[in-house]
């Protein structure tokens, strides 16, 4: 148990449905990530969230879209998906300064697009 | 930005042996040098870490060393178990600006009883 919570663990959805994933953090953290994993490919982060500011990697297409409303929440809002898009999912947390910026990492949300 | 090369890509020992993963890095800012384990199933968690004004760590049978000079840091698994066989992801960030760590690629331990 890292502190950080993931759900729904698991996801199946077709090209045309909308979902979101939620990510919650009970570490006191103020900074929050969204990476994408596939399957011999190297953990991509799709976007940061910390005091306020946003960071997002340019090559994420626009389907995918993160809302944290404070420090403890993060959601992946996922709208009009491709196959290509189904991976795992990983939400982490970390300080943004501090002596060391050990990232948290949830259990991942396993996503399936058919 | 900063790069992270991560090598080798899979490893495969018997239990007992050692092993070895190696990381280098282009940014001289960076000073923080994490490694990563991730099982079956689970998001990655920290096994060490290790900060720029340290050359080597040792935490019971794993260790980590860098070397500052040349950018490059290895991680050292000793008397490997079965349990042990995961993947495992080296990172490098500053602190304070450029927060965001970079990962490398994964190497993917085996360890056979």
């Known amino acids: 148990e890292t502190g950080v919570t993931q759900t729904p663990r698991h996801l199946v959805m077709g090209m045309t449905n909308k979902k979101s994933l939620k990510c919650e953090q009970h570490?006191?953290?103020?900074?929050m990530y969204w990476y994408k994993q596939s399957a011999k490919k190297p953990l991509e982060l799709m976007f940061v969230y910390s005091l306020e500011e946003r960071v997002e990697n340019n090559s994420v297409p626009s389907r995918f879209s993160p809302e944290c409303p404070n420090s403890s929440h993060l959601f992946l809002h996922l709208h009009t998906l491709q196959p290509e898009d189904s991976a795992l999912y990983l939400c982490?947390?970390?300080?943004?300064?501090?002596?060391?910026?050990?990232?948290?990492f949830g259990p991942g949300t396993r996503l399936t697009v058919l | 930005g900063e790069n992270v090369e991560q090598h080798p890509s899979t490893l495969s020992v018997q239990e007992g042996d050692s092993a070895v993963i190696k990381c280098t890095y282009s940014?001289?800012?960076?000073?923080?040098f994490p490694w990563y384990k991730q099982e079956l199933g689970k998001g990655p968690q920290l096994i060490i870490d290790i900060r720029s004004n340290v050359g080597e760590k040792k935490d019971q049978r794993i260790a980590v060393t860098l070397n500052k000079t040349a950018k490059h840091f290895s991680l050292h698994i000793t008397e490997t178990q079965p349990e042990d066989s995961a993947v495992y992801f080296c990172?490098?960030?500053?602190?304070?600006?450029?927060?965001?760590?970079?990962f490398g690629r994964g190497t993917s331990l085996i360890v056979h009883p």
């Open positions: 990172a490098a960030s500053a602190s304070g600006g450029s927060y965001i760590p970079t």
């Open positions: 982490a947390s970390s300080h943004r300064v501090a002596a060391r910026n050990e990232q948290f």
């Open positions: 940014d001289s800012a960076s000073n923080y």
């Open positions: 570490l006191g953290h103020n900074a």
